[in-house]
């Protein structure tokens, strides 16, 4: 489970709303621009949609000439069979065009169509990262990953399901009504349009109801994927208090949950299809009825009964499968929703409009009359005021809940201040690209997070176009390459899932090494040794205090013998600062932090004790 320190407020802040709810029109309008970057293949594409229907719709009419053109000529004593070469030539040309024409629309679009979906993920993937630090404390990484996956894949079912199987079907039903009512019986017409008619209103009414089944399993589906992933990733957690059956149970509540939603929409398919059936069929057979009674009657020829029942056939089977294509798009701008809901999250903090980049000469980094907020009844920094001189190191102490980890991320403006303003050799940190911003800023976290990659990897993640040697240069310094050269892979080594293969001294010299290949102008160490033994802080505390040498620095701290030789301390007790100056200085006022010093001065003594 992520790690937050008290004062981040993280428990209070509320969870991530969900997007207002879109409506399917509005999913359509967010998608459209995606696919019109490409119009003239879209146009082409159509074209040749329209082209194939056309030669699919023409077959039963060739049919027709071939039968009614067909003669038996006698002689010989034997009947000869003469076949109108012309309408069977031209039958096996049409059956050859629908297909090729197919095809070339399926060819023209493939390109829309995957570089849509390859775009739309990239920017949600971009916009997920702008987010500022509170969206993300608020979400759950299983489920947010499900919707991305669900909702990329209904991009290519959606367009898929409405260009290549709506549309050419809409076109073959407009060019078969068309000429059934120019050339037969009006009855043929409007039979076939009732049962259009009725078909479409009863597939979207019944589709309409059981969307509402479709939206509760994919919620369903990823909460029960975001306890499934949070109990893989707490892998350690659970078996230290052997809550194995414990996950299971509460697992399994969620698949249960699924499976009842599951079944009601299996339950409501059964219904749209016996429904769609019974309409198509009762169609069908009146068709059928009203041709034969015309060729009984002489109004119509063989050919044209033959032709009445290519079309029906015809019909019958995109028709058929327009349930089924409409719950697929219902289903997909469903699974959409989401995804483009993500799109909709308020970045909260973002660039000003042409942000400049920061310019550091020195980096003095100075806290004007800071005031923040995680939210508005619950105030964490009471007008904070200091400097941190240009290659200096001051250092902020405080009791749990005293606001000291909320200054680094306001420094890294993962949220931006209530009042006040945080300004770096002079410039106000709001009025500069967040990108220049960070790329000045170095972190040795408390807890390090690495990547389920090589050793490798997460020291070049500092500066991922970094050389060889300067990334074997930035692990010694940080006292590691000797380490990595005696593991079998070297440093071709993974470190696991957030780098668990490691010890906790080996991930902080990883986070060392990715921090110097950095090489940024002011570094923050924010309790970056307190959770090591003693004997690993001290041997880090050393690297630490080696590399922070002529730089801007910031440390956080809870073990104040780390920090007694900085520049400058400052004691902050909730969310105020109520004493600052150098270790001697504060020791002579007997306060706040000479009280501090002596708790942790006596706390080793008590250790140490004989047992009696």
């Known amino acids: 489970m992520r790690r937050h320190s008290v004062n981040s407020a993280s428990s209070d802040l509320p969870a991530n709303s969900p997007a207002a709810e879109r409506n399917d029109w509005a999913t359509l309008r967010s998608l459209l621009p995606y696919l019109w970057v490409y119009k003239w293949r879209v146009i082409l594409a159509l074209f040749f949609l329209f082209a ?42 049409l059956r050859l065009a629908t297909t090729i024409f197919t095809e070339l629309r399926e060819f023209l679009f493939a390109r829309v169509t995957q570089r849509a979906v390859r775009t739309i993920a990239l920017k949600v993937f971009d916009h997920v990262h702008a987010l500022s630090l509170r969206f993300h404390l608020g979400r759950q990484t299983g489920g947010m990953t499900r919707d991305i996956e669900r909702g990329t894949r209904a991009i290519n079912s959606l367009i898929s399901f409405t260009l290549f199987n709506i549309l050419p079907t809409l076109v073959e039903i407009t060019l078969v009504l068309t000429y059934l009512i120019l050339h037969y019986d009006i009855w043929f017409s409007v039979i076939t349009g009732v049962a259009l008619v009725s078909y479409i209103a009863f597939t979207i009414g019944v589709t309409d109801w059981r969307t509402k089944f479709r939206r509760t399993m994919n919620e369903l589906d990823s909460k029960a994927n975001s306890k499934a992933i949070d109990s893989l990733i707490n892998y350690e957690t659970v078996k230290y208090f052997g809550n194995e059956a414990y996950e299971a149970q509460r697992y399994d509540q969620g698949l249960q949950q699924f499976e009842q939603a599951a079944v009601k929409s299996q339950s409501s398919l059964s219904l749209l299809n016996t429904g769609q059936s019974l309409i198509i069929a009762t169609a069908v057979t009146l068709i059928l009825w009203r041709a034969m009674v015309g060729v009984q009657h002489g109004t119509m020829t063989l050919g044209d009964l033959v032709a009445v029942n290519t079309f029906m056939i015809q019909l019958y089977v995109p028709l058929n499968f ?204 924010d309790e970056a040794t307190s959770a090591l033994d003693s004997k690993s802080e001290q041997a880090i505390q050393e690297q630490l205090h080696t590399i922070a040498q002529n730089r801007t620095t910031l440390v956080i701290a809870h073990r104040l013998s780390t920090i007694a030789d900085a520049h400058q301390i400052i004691v902050l007790d909730h969310g105020r600062i109520v004493e600052r100056g150098t270790h001697a200085e504060l020791l002579s006022l007997g306060q706040h932090y000479a009280q501090m010093w002596a708790r942790q001065q006596a706390q080793p003594a008590q250790t140490e004790q004989p047992e009696e």
Request: charged share 20%.
């Open 52 to 93: 194939a229907k056309v030669a699919i719709v023409s077959v039963p009419l060739v049919l027709k000439g071939l039968i009614d053109n067909m003669s038996i000529k006698p002689g010989a004593g034997q009947e000869l069979l003469i076949l109108p070469l012309g309408f069977l030539l031209a039958y096996g040309c």
């Open 322 to 525: 327009l349930g089924v294509i409409y719950r697929e798009i219902k289903q997909a701008l469903a699974d959409m929703e989401k995804l483009f809901g993500l799109l909709d999250q308020n970045r909260e903090v973002a660039d000003v409009p042409n942000a400049p980049a920061l310019r550091t000469s020195g980096a003095k980094v100075e806290f004007k009359a800071v005031n923040f907020s995680y939210e508005s009844k619950r105030q964490i920094l009471f007008d904070v005021n200091f400097t941190v001189e240009a290659g200096t190191t001051t250092a902020v102490v405080g009791h749990s809940g005293s606001g000291k980890s909320t200054l680094s991320r306001l420094l890294f403006r993962f949220y931006d201040v209530s009042a006040g303003s945080i300004t770096i050799d002079g410039q106000d940190i709001r009025q500069v690209s967040q990108q220049s911003l960070r790329s000045a800023l170095g972190i040795v976290p408390q807890d390090t997070v690495l990547f389920n990659d090589t050793i490798r990897y997460n020291i070049a993640y500092g500066r991922p176009d970094a050389t060889e040697e300067e990334i074997i240069a930035a692990a010694r310094a940080a006292s590691i390459h000797d380490f990595i050269v005696s593991l079998p892979d070297g440093y071709q080594a993974m470190v696991g899932e957030r780098g668990l293969k490691l010890s906790g001294g080996e991930k902080q010299r990883v986070a060392i090494a990715r921090t110097l290949l950095k090489n940024p102008a002011i570094l923050i160490f």
